[in-house]
């Protein structure tokens, strides 16, 4: 798996980036999904679909929201399958993205909401080592929980290209953790087996093999992309280390619950507004 990270002929890219991250802004703010940016980016340059990422959420880091970690993407071929890219990607996670203590997801916040099971780690220490590799990223992590993590999408009938959701923060949406924490001395991440129920009926299942083989190969690759773009991964941190099977709509009313051996479980409920309702 090649990551492209080479300019394209963006005749302006300043001018693209601010155009894509206006529109993105404005679907969420609108609540209408907007046409792909990928007509603005193009359909493979990364670094300049990651500089809209940056303007979208400093927009919102602007306005008093609160970076609490990151989210891993797209590491589960069957996302992958799904969403239609070949490779993972990151999103930033803020305060306002928890809804954990909520009593049911608030679903006008949301546009084309989708579910998918995950585990998330916490991280004890900074990830900021020029030498990073997979036994280091595991003595950083303080505790893992089973998570729900809610993607959407700005853009339209999730037509999305890679550049399209690495613009969109990833395609992120909101996040859900479980209550029970579990510690790495006490389970192997890859060997977790996962179940999701929705409104009581199996929707999807994998295990931690799906997540790029190992969920804390997901954590090394963050750690070294974060790292090369002088942000690493700080202490205190959450990350939602990527889907362990396949992605499950959540219509409005559904209740979904993944189940974790050896790691907990999470349960979650969806409000019965309609995402493209109005107030």
């Not at 305060?95 to 679903?107: A, F, Y």
């Not at 009938?157 to 996040?175: K, M, P, Q, R």
Request: net charge negative; proline share 6%.
């Amino acid at each position: 798996m090649t990551d492209v990270w080479e300019p394209t002929a963006v005749a302006n890219r300043e001018t693209a980036v601010a155009d894509a991250a206006a529109r993105l802004v404005r679907a969420a703010r609108d609540r209408r999904p907007c046409a792909p940016v990928r007509d603005l980016l193009g359909a493979s340059d990364i670094s300049l679909a990651y500089a809209v990422q940056r303007r979208v959420v400093g927009d919102r880091i602007a306005a008093g929201a609160r970076v609490v970690g990151r989210k891993i993407g797209l590491t589960s071929e069957s996302v992958q399958r799904q969403v239609g890219v070949d490779r993972p990607d990151f999103g930033v996670l803020l305060d306002d993205m928890d809804v954990t203590d909520l009593p049911t997801v608030p679903g006008d916040r949301l546009l084309q909401p989708r579910v998918e099971a995950e585990i998330a780690f916490v991280l004890a220490a900074d990830l900021d080592d020029d030498d990073l590799d997979v036994e280091r990223v595991r003595s950083a992590v303080g505790h893992a929980v089973a998570a729900l993590e809610i993607v959407d999408s700005r853009v339209a009938d999730w037509d999305v290209a890679i550049t399209d959701t690495v613009a969109d923060n990833a395609s992120s949406g909101l996040f859900v953790l479980g209550r029970e924490r579990v510690d790495l001395k006490e389970f192997e991440p890859r060997d977790v087996t996962m179940r999701l129920y929705a409104d009581g009926e199996l929707a999807s299942e994998g295990n931690g093999a799906a997540c790029l083989g190992d969920p804390l190969s997901a954590l090394l690759w963050l750690a070294r992309t974060a790292r090369e773009f002088g942000d690493p991964l700080r202490v205190g941190q959450i990350v939602l280390s990527g889907a362990l099977g396949p992605l499950v709509p959540t219509p409005p009313g559904t209740t979904v619950r993944a189940e974790m051996p050896g790691l907990g479980s999470v349960t979650a409920t969806f409000s019965t507004k309609n995402p493209k309702e109005d107030g």
